[in-house]
């Protein structure tokens, strides 16, 4: 793992983050953790260890550089996969109260492993949000972050009802988040919230954007409506 903890250290100095050695060391064995169980699962495509350093460790890091977490702030990774971007966020951030979401009961085993053998804190759920979105997850959330889960309109009607007024959804795009922004004007209008930021991140950028007033009780609708017919 020495490149890929020369890798992340350079890249994160690029972006005015530094690390020290026991976080480094961190991220490095979870990223063990993730080849290891990928022998036997579909977790990611990304093994390169210089890859897999900037594009799930450093961009998901890169959130700390763009917005103020609060200390203990509440946070869900929505549809997190292999723990990505919430659990390099908790290395870096020990103090959040971090979430881990995802419909794959293997997926959210594997993290519920991984974590409890790095000994490190957090709720990891096997859940889908557009249903706990509406029960006991509504409006408990300072901050959703997702990377690689859907287009910006489904994305908005499943995380913005997991944020209480004023908290933040960050969304980590490609190159083609421009285009889904112009898209996603409708879902923001009637789910009321507003972009406040944009920050590159690769070759795509994570897109802020802030939950400005309480979620009407139609939304979330059921996921089959939010696929067939996005706002």
């Known amino acids: 793992m020495i490149l890929f903890k020369k890798t992340l250290a350079q890249k994160l100095e690029s972006i ?9 060391d961190r991220c490095a064995a979870y990223y063990g953790h993730v080849l290891e169980a990928n022998k036997h699962q579909n977790l990611t495509r990304i093994t390169d260890e210089a890859q897999a350093a900037e594009q799930h ?51 959210t085993e594997f993290i519920k492993n991984a974590l409890a053998d790095m000994n490190v804190q957090a709720h990891v759920i096997c859940g ?43 969304a980590w795009k490609g190159e083609t988040f421009k285009q889904e922004l112009k898209e996603a004007a409708t879902a923001m209008q009637k789910l009321g919230c507003a972009e406040t930021g944009r920050y590159t991140a690769g070759l795509g950028a994570i897109l802020l954007i802030q939950k400005q007033k309480p979620t009407q009780e139609f939304y979330p609708r059921r996921f089959s409506k939010i696929k067939s017919s996005p706002l």
Do not use: H, Y
């Open 57 to 107: 460790f450093a961009d998901a890091m890169a959130l700390c550089r763009v917005i103020e977490l609060p200390i203990g702030c509440r946070i869900i990774d929505m549809g997190t996969g292999a723990g990505f971007p919430g659990v390099p966020l908790k290395f870096l951030r020990g103090d959040i109260d971090l979430t881990l979401l995802d419909a794959s009961g293997k997926k």
């Open 128 to 170: 889908r949000a557009e249903e706990l979105g509406r029960q006991n997850l509504r409006e408990s959330f300072d901050m959703v972050v997702s990377r690689a889960v859907a287009s910006l309109p489904m994305l908005l009607e499943l995380g913005v009802p997991l944020l209480r007024t004023g908290g933040t959804l960050a």
């Open 16 to 24: 005015g983050l530094k690390l020290n050695e026991t976080v480094l």
